[in-house]
């Protein structure tokens, strides 16, 4: 075999083996959740800051799509921490967002998975806290279309994952509790 032949044989080889990763969109805040925001706290005039929105133990942050390798919810973001910062652009939307407010709303993402084969979906469940109140915890099971081939699924996977957390601050922010989490004891 001759070395440009050979050649061709390594790159085939080398580019077919490669690993892809998926990028979601950025998220933009959700106009329903803004205002259920600002239902819930505007009479109250209380602000609130955002802690941390971690993962528990055992739940992956780097999952793995088809063989296409990790879904990148966004360039430089962990899930947890699209998560925290989606909720702060909420909070701040709605008028309520101050980083030097003694109130401090934090999460744990207990799970955090997505089908990528008919009936395509991310499950998403997250307790949320706060340093004035014990919090509660909600999930979404958010469906999606998909696609046969890998990378167009893996690619829905990862466009799927804003309008997700979408649906999941709209399950914090409309519980009864949610103004909870704001209220001091005195």
Known sequence: MNKVALAIIASSALLISGCSTTNSIPYKASTANVISIQESLETTGVKVNIGKVTPAPGVEESPMCRLMGPVKVAPGK????????????????????????????????????????????????????????????????????TSWDAYSACKNVADAFGPAVQELLKQVVTHPQFASLTKQKP
């Open 78 to 145: 962990s899930p947890s921490r699209y998560i925290q910062d989606a909720f702060q652009e909420e909070l701040f939307m709605a008028g309520v967002y101050s980083s030097k407010s003694p109130i401090s709303i934090n999460g744990s993402i207990k799970e955090l998975s997505f089908s990528s084969v008919s009936p395509a979906n991310w499950k998403i469940t997250l307790e949320v806290s706060s340093n004035v109140a014990p919090g509660y915890t909600v999930s979404t099971n958010y469906a999606f279309d």
